[in-house]
């Protein structure tokens, strides 16, 4: 597998315009994640679905984010209207479902560098 | 969610042992420790995980004392490309999400 794949690696877009991160898991994992990360805040946590499903959506950090897993091998994360403010490296990462002893590390894409101006 | 301490920053020679602390003194007896790192600008990878017993694979040891309150992580000798931020976890059972905190930044100078 060729791991977490995530487009575009970067993005610089102006403020106002709408842009969509894409994320294609590892064949076979149950969960994804998404994640922002900056200096100030670090890594944090948006979004994560389950079986395609959004489970917990608290870290969205206002209406203008939304994401979407339409089957199990593809995921987007779309901010409409953009602002200078979501500039940040997403990530995106996919693992299986958590149980006692079984291998359920999260592997991570290489992320999307996203340059609001 | 259980919650985890790291100092923020430490140096390591190369060749040495690195010996990077985590406590987590609220941690849940089902609860499992999670060792990720992440090398400048790439996505955080998973290094090696526990719940009770030391743990060790290829990449690291992992020690966790016997009242779960704090672990060590071991890299048994550091080279310049484990120069990374290192971020201790406890992860929830249910739900199974990851929950970063600042982590400590490893140095390892020649």
């Known amino acids: 597998d060729a791991g977490v794949i995530q487009s575009p690696r970067h993005e610089v877009t102006e403020m106002g315009q709408e842009v969509t991160l894409r994320c294609k898991p590892i064949s076979g994992h149950d969960y994804l994640f998404w994640y922002r990360q900056t200096m100030m805040r670090g890594l944090e946590l948006l979004i994560y679905?389950?079986?395609?499903?959004?489970?917990?959506d608290s870290g969205m950090p206002e209406d203008r984010f939304s994401a979407k897993m339409p089957n199990a091998s593809f995921s987007t994360l779309k901010i409409q209207p953009s602002e200078p403010r979501d500039s940040a490296v997403y990530f995106c990462?996919?693992?299986?479902?958590?149980?006692?002893?079984?291998?359920?590390?999260?592997?991570f894409g290489q992320g999307t560098r996203l340059t609001v101006v | 969610d259980a919650k985890t301490t790291q100092p923020p920053s430490m140096d390591c020679a190369e060749g040495r042992a690195a010996n990077l602390p985590c406590n987590h003194s609220?941690?849940?007896?089902?609860?499992?420790v999670y060792w990720y790192r992440q090398i400048h600008s790439q996505g955080p990878q998973y290094i090696i995980h526990g719940l009770k017993n030391n743990e060790t694979n290829e990449m690291a040891s992992l020690i966790i004392t016997e009242d779960r309150k704090s672990s060590t992580l071991i890299l048994p000798h550091a080279t310049l490309r484990d120069t990374a931020v290192y971020y201790c976890i406890v992860r929830v059972a249910r739900p199974d999400k990851l929950i970063f905190g600042t982590g400590t930044r490893l140095q390892v100078f020649p």
């Open positions: 609220t941690i849940s007896g089902n609860e499992y």
């Open positions: 990462a996919s693992s299986l479902f958590y149980s006692e002893g079984a291998d359920t590390e999260a592997f």
């Open positions: 679905f389950n079986n395609n499903v959004p489970i917990d």
